[in-house]
């Protein structure tokens, strides 16, 4: 579990401005920073420290978010659908409140599913065995990737974490059907590059 500068603050009692002295010291530094830049600190770290200092032992379960950590991944295919990318990211966002669970980030990225170089998708699986939510949830199991699907799978379970799909398919696809959705989707990407290399030119 990962907690904010200010209640790492508190629970050190200590001012913030002395964790920032520390981490240019490199006395004491954050686990990871968020997209925003934002300092997280690891509570297994803190509470080794805190340990030692027995007069704030009995704050710690007031202070500490007890609620499963969850981070959101949103995708759109294309630049037109930037609107569409921060509803989707609202949506999940509000879902994840609904379930009564800790948002602790958002990823995003806009590209194609056959992208395997996508820069949210790459700098969440960096950000997993830091982070390690119990969750990645997203709207459809296709947002994430729609080959190497299982190989994401593989590395969360690694870490005990759940990949969470709120909206499953009413209708159960054949496997004729998925084959030609693949198939389409690989032509859609192949002529998208196709365009954007004659563009170019």
Known sequence: MYVRIGKAATLLEVAKSTLRRWKKEKKFTADY?????????????????????????????????????????ARMSGSKQREDLKRQQEYLKGYVKTQGWHLVNQYQDIGSSLNDNRQGLIRLIKE???IQPAMIVCSYQ?????????????????FNMKIVVTHESVH????EEQLVNDVLAILT????????ARRGK
């Open 128 to 130: 997993l065995p830091v």
């Open 33 to 73: 920073r968020t997209q925003g830049g934002h300092r997280r600190y690891s509570m297994i770290r803190l509470l080794q420290i805190i340990r030692q200092l027995p007069a704030i032992e009995n704050s710690i379960k007031t202070i500490v978010d007890t609620r499963p950590q969850v981070v959101t991944y």
């Open 189 to 196: 990407s192949f002529a998208g590059k196709l365009h954007r």
């Open 142 to 158: 296709d947002r994430l990737a729609r080959f190497g699907l299982t190989l994401l799978q593989t590395i969360c379970a690694i």
């Open 172 to 175: 159960k696809k054949s496997l």
